[in-house]
């Protein structure tokens, strides 16, 4: 079984400029998750689709960041712009359905100059 | 904001010894998971342990739960070289959907 799938694996941009990341969950896995990770601290959930809709964006900061997964499949998270404190692993995951363990990619490492 | 806090946040063994992590919570929850994360790489999950469920059990990996505390533990026996990573509980809290609020991790260093 394919893991979790996420690119750019590395990203360096300078701030207000704007960044895309993707990702491509596991087969038949209906919930999709971002987290993003600030170095020394756990993952904090941004987004939760279910298929295509949204289930909880309430920690996504709307003013700069935007997510969809237009067809329930493969998902991009958008920043634009950028600010400093952006700086962070964004990291992609997937369910089954809404409940049970989660799977995960390897992350986008951005770095904000 | 945290759910879950582990301690310690650091912990150095040898290869062969057994490593404890503790986490504790702040409100009630569904399940608790624990994750491993390899430097550079995702998140693995390890264990899940429903709200009814005490101790449970996999491979080299126990994790016990005490609601009563809002606490829990993993234990991993016999060490190796290859458990060196960072650890995570999460918690699922009570009507929360699948959400996992992510504690602050355990740094573990197994060395040979």
């Known amino acids: 079984e394919a893991g979790v799938a996420q690119s750019p694996r590395y990203k360096i941009i300078e701030k207000r400029q704007s960044v895309a990341f993707w990702c491509n969950p596991i087969s038949g896995h209906a919930t999709l998750y971002w987290y993003q990770q600030i170095l020394g601290q756990g993952p904090k959930l941004l987004i939760q689709f279910q298929n295509n809709g949204v289930v909880d964006d309430s920690q996504l900061p709307k003013d700069r960041f935007s997510a969809e997964r237009l067809k329930g499949v493969d998902s991009t998270l958008k920043i634009q712009p950028a600010k400093l404190e952006d700086s962070a692993v964004y990291l992609c995951a997937s369910s089954i359905q809404g409940f049970g363990p989660q799977h995960f990619g390897d992350g986008t490492r951005l770095s904000i100059l | 904001s945290q759910q879950g806090e582990e301690d310690p946040q650091a912990l150095s063994i040898q290869e062969g010894e057994n490593a404890t992590m503790n986490c504790s919570y702040k409100t009630s929850i569904n399940n608790l998971q624990w994750y491993r994360q390899n430097s550079g790489r995702g998140l693995v999950h390890l264990i899940l342990?429903?709200?009814?469920?005490r101790e449970k059990h996999s491979g080299r990996l126990r994790v016990t739960l005490d609601t009563s505390k809002k606490s829990s533990s993993l234990l991993i026996t016999a060490s190796r070289a290859a458990d060196t990573a960072s650890y995570f509980c999460a918690t699922v809290l009570t009507g929360g959907g699948n959400k996992l609020t992510f504690g602050t991790g355990t740094q573990l260093k197994v060395e040979l």
């Open positions: 342990i429903r709200s009814n469920e």
